[in-house]
């Protein structure tokens, strides 16, 4: 498996390219006859994803002592999920018991999270991330990810500040009701008594 901090394919180049190896690798271990072919099933594209987790947490995660802090516990696909104070809530075991990835890993994974959601801020970015993921050191990768995008510090930047204009005449006497009046983009109209 390829190291995810310094290859250049995307998280989703590597979730569509990792079946195909999977299903070389059976297709040489198998007869002819039994030789899968054809597109990729949607079984195969899961466990796909589930060999790209187990193998980022098996290298990320080799001592104990790293996540001993959180309340973690493996699957039964052997993939280290976090509790949450949720699980009294019906809903995705993925959002009740996210998955547990280490910072190396998420570089690869805001991205497309991020341009899904059009450029979303970092809270909203990170919440969407934890229904299914939780990132240790999550905020910080996340702000990371959006502040190095240009269009998304565009967002962040303030506007410059300008000395106020002052009024004209007309807006600053005293004057009746409607006797001065003006619409925009055609001037003022001047009501004749």
Known sequence: MPDYDTSEISLERKKKLVPWVLRFINNVRSRISDRKKGQS???ELESAE???IRYVQDQSFTVEKLI???SVFRDDNNIIRVKTRITERIDAPNFLS???LPNIFTQRLVEPFHLKNLHAGTQLLLSIIREKYWIIGGRRSVRKKWNVRVKCRRFKSKS???DPV???SDRVKDA???EVVS???AGPLYVKR
Do not use: K
């Open 166 to 168: 002052s009024l004209p």
């Open 41 to 43: 099933s949607l079984d």
């Open 183 to 185: 619409v925009d983009l």
């Open 98 to 100: 996210s998955i547990l």
């Open 160 to 162: 410059p500040m300008t």
């Open 50 to 52: 589930i060999q790209l």
């Open 176 to 178: 009746a009701v409607f």
């Open 68 to 70: 001993s802090n959180l």
